[in-house]
C-alpha cells in the first residue's frame, strides 16, 4: 500500500523539475498542486495499480508543465515589458510564510544549482516547449530519453534532437567561462560600493562594454520596458536610480544560486538583481525583477 508520507515525499523533486521547466515558483507550485489533484481524483484501487508512484507523479507533472508552457507563451505576449524568470533566494534567506502566505516547508525548496542561474533560465524561455521538457527531463535530472519519450509524446530519437537542439541554444549564449561564485561575489560588491558612491568611472569599469540590463515590472513597478544596452547606458540608469530613489538599503543576496543584490525600502524587498559576469570580471547581464508578485520568497512574513 502506498502510504501518504511516500506520496508526499515526492514533492519536492515535483516542484524542482517543475520550476525549471517553468520558470516560476507560482507556477510550478500550481503544477505540482495539479498533479497531486489527478493522483487524488483516482480510486484507490487505480493508485494501487500504480507500481511507481514517483514515476506516475513526475509524467503527470511533466505533462502539466508541458501544457502549461504553451499557455505561458500566449500570456507573456501580454505582459506589460520584459519577462523575466522569477528569482530565488538561498535556501538559508528563504523566508517561511511568503510563498502562497502559507509557509514554505524546507523540504520544498527549491535546490539551487547551475540549471536554475538566471542566465541558463533566460535561455530556457527561448527554447519550444518540447525543447524544455526533453532538456530538463535527460540532461538535469537525467531521466532515459525512453521514459522523455512517453511524455513529450514523441520517439526517443526525436527527444534525443529535442535536447540536442536546447544544449545547442544554451551553448550560444555561454562562449566565455563563468568566473567562480566567488570571483563573481567581489565584482558584485564592487558594483554595490560603485552604485552607492555614485562613482561613474567604477561601475563602467566593471560593465562589458556591450552589456545587457532587463527589468521586469509586469505593470506592477516602475521598470523599463526594454533592455538597456551598453556599459555607458547602464550606469547612467543606475545613477539615476541611486539619485532620485526613496531611501534604501541594497543588500548581497544569492539570487538562484549566484551573488546577487537585493533593494529593501520601507521593510519590503523591492528589488531582486541577478548578474551574469565574464571571465574577464565585467558584468555581462542584469536582470531586476520588481514585479511584487514574483517577490513573494523575499518577503518578509
Known sequence: M??????????????????????????????????YARW?????????????????????????????????????????????PEPLPDSAEWIAGAAGGVGVDPADRITL???????????????????????????????????????????????????????RRIAATRAEASPSAARQAGVVRRFKAAWEARDIEVLLSLLDPDAVAVSDGGGRAIARLLPIEGAEQIARLYLTIARFSPPRAILERTVNGLPGLVIEAGGRIDTVCAFEVGDDDRITRIWAVRNPDKLRPWQLS
Open 40 to 84: 487524488y481524483a483516482m480510486s484507490p484501487a487505480e493508485r494501487e495499480a500504480i507500481r511507481s508512484p514517483g514515476a506516475w507523479l513526475t509524467k503527470v507533472a511533466s505533462r502539466v508543465c508541458l501544457n502549461l508552457l504553451g499557455s505561458a507563451r500566449a500570456r507573456r505576449e501580454g505582459y506589460v515589458g520584459e519577462w523575466v
Open 113 to 167: 544549482d547551475e540549471s536554475v542561474t538566471m542566465a541558463f533560465l533566460v535561455v530556457f524561455e527561448s527554447m519550444t516547449p518540447a525543447e524544455r521538457v526533453a532538456f530538463v527531463l535527460h540532461d538535469v535530472f537525467r531521466y532515459p530519453f525512453a521514459e522523455v519519450a512517453e511524455i513529450v509524446g514523441r520517439s526517443p530519437a526525436a527527444c534525443r534532437q529535442l535536447a540536442s537542439s536546447a544544449r
Open 2 to 35: 502506498t502510504t501518504l508520507s511516500a506520496i508526499m515525499s515526492e514533492r519536492r523533486q515535483l516542484l524542482n523539475l517543475a520550476y525549471r521547466m517553468l520558470g516560476s515558483l507560482a507556477d510550478a507550485e500550481d503544477a505540482v498542486q495539479e498533479t
